[in-house]
């Protein structure tokens, strides 16, 4: 398996639910199918049921961060020395070049993505377009409206 790029901050995040999984959610979800099968018949036991399927979820997200974090490349964007070049993990403040509308956002790995808190995958159409480009430069990013031109006009490693 090749390594997949992630950032501290977004290790961190998966570290802190793989805990909580295992020292919480599986404790009780184990507590609940116990309790469950006291009740006695199962074939009609609808919180034995449940409690089965939210066992497979949690067993199944436990697998599915071990193989993540497993297979993370950690990278801390603050120690990044790219002179000036946008690279994964960078924070970009641009400019649309047609609305002057002015954004910021942070190239991170596709499982810490979230457009809301301004982090755009490294996958995504912008970040394809910005990586390797510095501040001044003007990129077309490929948008589902159609062609958008951006400048850059700030690239920090935070």
Known sequence: MSSVPITKHGAELLKEELARLKSKDRPAVINAIAEARAQGDLSENAEYDAAKERQSFIEGRIADLEGKLSAAQI?????LDADGR???GSTVRLEDLESGEEVTYQIVGVDEADLKDKKVSITSPIARALIGK???DVVEVQAPAGIREY????VRYI
């Not at 990278?75 to 120690?79: G, N, R, S, V």
Request: aromatic share 6%.
């Open 151 to 154: 400048e850059v006009l700030e």
């Open 75 to 79: 990278i801390d964007p603050a120690l």
């Open 86 to 88: 946008i690279v994964f």
């Open 134 to 136: 510095s501040a001044g």
